[in-house]
Nanobody, 113 residues
């Protein structure tokens, strides 16, 4: 079954760090453009970062600095490292295989002040 499964979210305190993972059950993962999005309560889903097959990255302007996207093609996994978490980072974080238009189910990140 083709799917994306996110993990690593949870309840953390401001200033903590988290690493989110997205495991992809897709063939030829290494050829796919992958991305992370987030959706805060009552808001639209926004791009956080994307990573191409060659490892080049792209970040939304508001996400530069504390977010790091990476991938491990041998593990069919893409990661999102979030440092110095803030309460405004509270959201559901979604992984997307942009090459397939496939979304994961999301992982909740809640940051307490």
């Amino acid at each position: 079954q083709v799917q994306l499964v996110e993990s690593g979210g949870g309840l953390v305190q401001a200033g903590d760090s988290l690493r989110l993972s997205c495991a992809a059950s897709v063939s030829a993962f290494r050829f796919h453009y992958m991305a992370w999005y987030r959706q805060a309560p009552g808001k639209q889903r926004d791009l956080v970062a994307g990573i191409a097959t060659d490892g080049s990255t792209n970040y939304a302007d508001s996400m530069k600095g504390r977010f790091t996207i990476s991938r491990a093609n041998a593990k069919n996994t893409v990661y999102l490292q979030i440092d110095s978490l803030k309460p405004e980072d509270t959201a559901v974080y979604y992984c997307k295989d942009s090459s397939l238009g496939l979304w994961g189910q999301g992982t909740q990140v809640t940051v307490s002040s």
